[in-house]
C-alpha cells in the first residue's frame, strides 16, 4: 500500500495515535498520585508512549511490518486494559467498603 493520499485507515491510525499520547500523560499523572503502590500501574504508563509512537511512524512510513506490529501492540493493549479494568473495578469495591477476596475475614 502507499499512502499517496490520506485515506480513512491512515488518520484513524494517527487519531489512535494521538489519542494514546494524551492517554499516557492522563495515566501517568493519575497512578503517580496513587505512588504506583501496584507494579501493574507500570504497564499502562510504560505502553502508552510506546503504542503513540508507532502509530506515528506508522502513519509516516508504511510498511507492512509496522502493519503487524500495530496490530499486536493494539490487541496487547485491549488484554491490558482488561486486566486494569478488572484491578480498578476490585479496588473501587475495596474503597467502598467491600472487603477483597484476599482478606481471610468471613
Same mark, same amino acid.
Given at each position: 500500500?502507499? @499512502?499517496?493520499? @490520506?485515506? &480513512?485507515? /491512515?488518520?484513524? &491510525?494517527?487519531?489512535?495515535?494521538? %489519542? ?12 503517580? /498520585?496513587?505512588?504506583?503502590? =501496584?507494579? %501493574?500501574? @507500570?504497564?499502562?504508563? #510504560?505502553?502508552?508512549? #510506546? *503504542?503513540?509512537?508507532?502509530?506515528? &511512524? ?8 509496522? =502493519?503487524?506490529?500495530?496490530? %499486536?501492540?493494539? @490487541? ?6 482488561? &486486566?486494569? *479494568?478488572?484491578? =480498578?473495578? /476490585? ?6 467498603? !467491600? !472487603? ?7
Amino acid at each position: 500500500m502507499n @499512502w499517496s493520499m @490520506w485515506s &480513512i485507515e /491512515r488518520v484513524l &491510525i494517527l487519531f489512535v495515535s494521538l %489519542a494514546f499520547l494524551m492517554m499516557s500523560i492522563q495515566v501517568t499523572m493519575f497512578h503517580y /498520585r496513587q505512588n504506583f503502590h =501496584h507494579k %501493574a500501574m @507500570w504497564v499502562p504508563v #510504560i505502553s502508552s508512549p #510506546i *503504542f503513540f509512537l508507532t502509530g506515528v &511512524i506508522l502513519t509516516l512510513y508504511n510498511v507492512s511490518w509496522l =502493519h503487524t506490529l500495530f496490530m %499486536a501492540l493494539m @490487541w496487547l493493549g485491549v488484554v491490558s486494559g482488561c &486486566i486494569g *479494568f478488572y484491578f =480498578h473495578f /476490585r479496588g473501587g469495591g475495596v474503597r467502598v467498603g !467491600r !472487603r477483597s477476596q484476599g482478606s481471610g475475614a468471613s
